[in-house]
């Protein structure tokens, strides 16, 4: 009977859930529209609202002060919220294309070392050869940039033959960003392959110019791209054509 007059709760939460997660994706509504929707999904405390909540790291809305400002809040809202918050942050994470916010939220909960130890396990999840998650690849690649720790470059030497011409630009970036000694076995085969984009290969020879490595046996073996970009001195390193 109480179901007959009241309806089930637990698609009545659900309908609240789809309603408040509509209000949260409007980019251009009044920012009072989408906070009223974040406090109302934060009151619910459970696994469903919070996902719905993160929904809204996933868009930039109009308004640049508004947009970081809501997104500052929920960060501080979902680290309050401990361990509860562990589990639809991780799931975010491995699933979207922007996940700075996110990140930042779980690394607050969970600590460096664990953050970083999951990061490298979402990496790890991708094949060099899948085109179709490029976007996100290229997220969790700039992630590690960021902690730049040379121990973590042999995770992404993969990726700097991926499919993607944008993934494998931004592993050498990151790989530069990290300065590890390594670098130069993977970044030479760049420069001298014929599959490489003229973009990645001038891309593999900024990093190495700029890490200092010593390049001496690239001294006729370099296409005439990168040649005229740069000149190997009398000490094997990389400068840069006048």
Same mark, same amino acid.
């Given at each position: 009977?109480?179901?007959?007059?009241?309806?089930?709760?637990?698609?009545?939460?659900?309908?609240?859930?789809? *309603?408040?997660?509509?209000? %949260? &994706?409007?980019?251009? !509504?009044?920012? =009072?529209?989408?906070?009223?929707?974040? #406090? $109302? +999904?934060?009151?619910?405390?459970?696994i469903?609202?919070?996902?719905?909540?993160?929904?809204?790291?996933?868009?930039?809305?109009?308004?640049?002060?508004?947009?970081?400002?809501?997104?500052?809040?929920?960060?501080?809202?979902?680290?309050?919220?401990?361990? *509860?918050?562990?589990?639809? %942050? &991780?799931?975010?994470? !491995?699933?979207? =294309?922007?996940?700075?916010?996110?990140? #930042? $939220? +779980?690394?607050?909960?969970?600590?460096?070392?664990?953050?970083?130890?999951?990061?490298?396990?979402?990496?790890?999840?991708?094949?060099?050869?899948?085109?179709?998650s490029?976007?996100?690849?290229?997220?969790?690649?700039?992630?590690?940039?960021?902690?730049?720790?040379?121990?973590?470059?042999?995770?992404?030497?993969?990726?700097?033959?991926?499919?993607?011409?944008?993934?494998?630009f931004?592993?050498i970036?990151?790989?530069?960003?990290?300065?590890?000694?390594?670098?130069?076995?993977?970044?030479?085969?760049?420069?001298?392959?014929?599959?490489?984009?003229?973009?990645?290969?001038?891309?593999?020879?900024?990093?190495?110019?700029?890490?200092?490595?010593?390049?001496?046996?690239?001294?006729?073996n370099?296409?005439?791209?990168?040649?005229?970009?740069?000149?190997?001195?009398?000490?094997?390193?990389?400068?840069?054509?006048?």
């Amino acid at each position: 009977m109480v179901l007959g007059l009241f309806g089930d709760p637990v698609k009545r939460k659900e309908k609240q859930i789809q *309603k408040h997660l509509k209000n %949260l &994706k409007q980019p251009y !509504a009044q920012p =009072e529209i989408r906070r009223e929707s974040m #406090e $109302a +999904l934060l009151k619910m405390e459970d696994i469903d609202s919070l996902k719905a909540l993160l929904e809204r790291f996933s868009y930039n809305c109009d308004g640049n002060i508004s947009d970081e400002s809501e997104k500052k809040d929920l960060i501080a809202e979902l680290v309050k919220k401990g361990d *509860k918050s562990i589990i639809p %942050l &991780k799931e975010y994470i !491995a699933k979207s =294309e922007k996940i700075v916010h996110a990140s #930042e $939220a +779980l690394k607050q909960i969970i600590g460096d070392s664990a953050f970083r130890e999951f990061i490298i396990q979402v990496l790890q999840k991708f094949d060099p050869d899948d085109h179709a998650s490029a976007a996100r690849k290229i997220q969790i690649i700039s992630l590690i940039a960021e902690m730049k720790e040379p121990e973590l470059a042999k995770y992404l030497y993969p990726f700097s033959r991926d499919f993607h011409d944008d993934v494998r630009f931004i592993t050498i970036e990151a790989i530069e960003k990290i300065a590890d000694k390594e670098a130069k076995s993977f970044l030479l085969p760049i420069i001298t392959s014929d599959e490489a984009s003229i973009r990645v290969q001038l891309r593999a020879a900024q990093a190495l110019f700029q890490l200092k490595l010593d390049v001496r046996e690239l001294k006729n073996n370099m296409s005439e791209i990168v040649a005229k970009e740069f000149v190997i001195d009398s000490k094997g390193k990389f400068q840069k054509r006048v």
